[in-house]
């Protein structure tokens, strides 16, 4: 079974920045990765997909601060989040997309001053 391990989240101040991590215990080629999270209360959303070829895609209100990356060969996928907003403090996960595996315990993001 496929284990996912995110990190990187944190405390950090409203406009600051975090770079989060997932590492995945089987392989990634060929498979479409994404990040989402969940904030208290609400359902997790999409927040960026990458593709096999590198192909990108947003959530709306993250366009132009947040860049999703890969490393097929170390089975890994980031999420660097620029100009972080309170409201986007939340449960990062990684996972497939569309989702398949299990979710992992995902990574706290505080955005508070």
């Known amino acids: 079974q496929v284990q996912l391990v995110e990190s990187g989240g944190g405390l950090v101040q409203p406009g600051g920045s975090l770079r989060l991590s997932c590492t995945v215990s089987?392989?990634?080629?060929?498979?479409?990765m994404a990040w989402y999270r969940q904030a208290p209360g609400k359902q997790r959303e999409l927040v960026a997909r990458?593709?096999?070829?590198?192909?990108?895609m947003y959530l709306d209100s993250v366009k132009g601060r947040f860049t999703i990356s890969r490393d097929n060969v170390n089975g890994a996928v980031y999420l660097q989040m620029d100009s972080l907003k309170p409201e986007e403090s939340a449960v990062y996960y990684c996972n497939k997309c569309p989702s398949a595996w299990s979710w992992g315990q995902g990574t706290q993001d505080t955005v508070s001053s």
């Open positions: 990458i593709t096999t070829g590198r192909s990108t």
């Open positions: 089987g392989t990634i080629f060929g498979i479409y």
